[in-house]
């Protein structure tokens, strides 16, 4: 595929990719997809994964399900060992490819899926959670347990404060 710089692309069920459906509310729909393969600077082997979709998720203000629309475009260079990886340049990341040296391009295109989901989904079209709390009804600060609990190290200095005494 890298000599010949082949490149595919189609669709592929949200459902066919069983650990981004772990952080999916009901994965329904698809993802259009395109891997590209070549040679960058340097004579760099890489894909390109570019992939499209509307991930579901649950809003964690509202609780509501919604669309989040993703767009990913990643190159990664194709390497064999970790030493390698060392050598690349800073712009590129690195997929090691292992003995083989073969890939699977849908779990590419999961884990770059995965690697775009927010770690708190918040749909942005959600009204936004009131940030002023009202004040408390006997129109104080409120009781404050620590000023009125002593403090439960006093016992241990006056102790220590007696020992030091007793001594000549």
């Given at each position: 595929m890298l000599a010949a710089r082949r490149s595919f692309e189609g669709t592929v069920a949200l459902k066919s990719m069983p650990r981004l459906c772990e952080a999916l509310e009901q994965p329904e729909g698809e993802c259009r997809y395109a891997l590209e393969f070549d040679r960058g600077t340097l004579n760099v082997p890489y894909v390109e994964v570019r992939a499209q979709a509307d991930l579901p998720l649950v809003c964690q203000r509202s609780l509501q399900r919604f669309l989040l629309p993703v767009n990913v475009v990643q190159r990664l260079a194709l390497v064999a060992s970790e030493e390698q990886e060392d050598a690349l340049p800073e712009d590129?990341?690195?997929?090691?490819?292992?003995?083989?040296?073969?890939?699977?391009?849908?779990?590419?295109?999961?884990?770059?899926?995965?690697?775009?989901?927010?770690?708190v989904p918040v749909d942005p079209d959600s009204e936004p959670v009131e940030t002023s709390w009202p004040a408390p009804?006997?129109?104080?600060?409120?009781?404050?347990?620590?000023?009125?609990?002593?403090?439960?190290?006093?016992?241990?200095?006056?102790?220590?404060?007696?020992?030091?005494?007793?001594?000549?």
């Amino acid at each position: 595929m890298l000599a010949a710089r082949r490149s595919f692309e189609g669709t592929v069920a949200l459902k066919s990719m069983p650990r981004l459906c772990e952080a999916l509310e009901q994965p329904e729909g698809e993802c259009r997809y395109a891997l590209e393969f070549d040679r960058g600077t340097l004579n760099v082997p890489y894909v390109e994964v570019r992939a499209q979709a509307d991930l579901p998720l649950v809003c964690q203000r509202s609780l509501q399900r919604f669309l989040l629309p993703v767009n990913v475009v990643q190159r990664l260079a194709l390497v064999a060992s970790e030493e390698q990886e060392d050598a690349l340049p800073e712009d590129y990341e690195a997929l090691v490819l292992g003995a083989e040296g073969t890939i699977r391009p849908l779990d590419l295109i999961e884990d770059e899926l995965i690697l775009v989901l927010p770690v708190v989904p918040v749909d942005p079209d959600s009204e936004p959670v009131e940030t002023s709390w009202p004040a408390p009804p006997d129109g104080g600060a409120g009781t404050d347990e620590t000023a009125t609990h002593e403090n439960p190290f006093a016992v241990l200095a006056s102790m220590k404060q007696g020992k030091q005494r007793d001594l000549p």
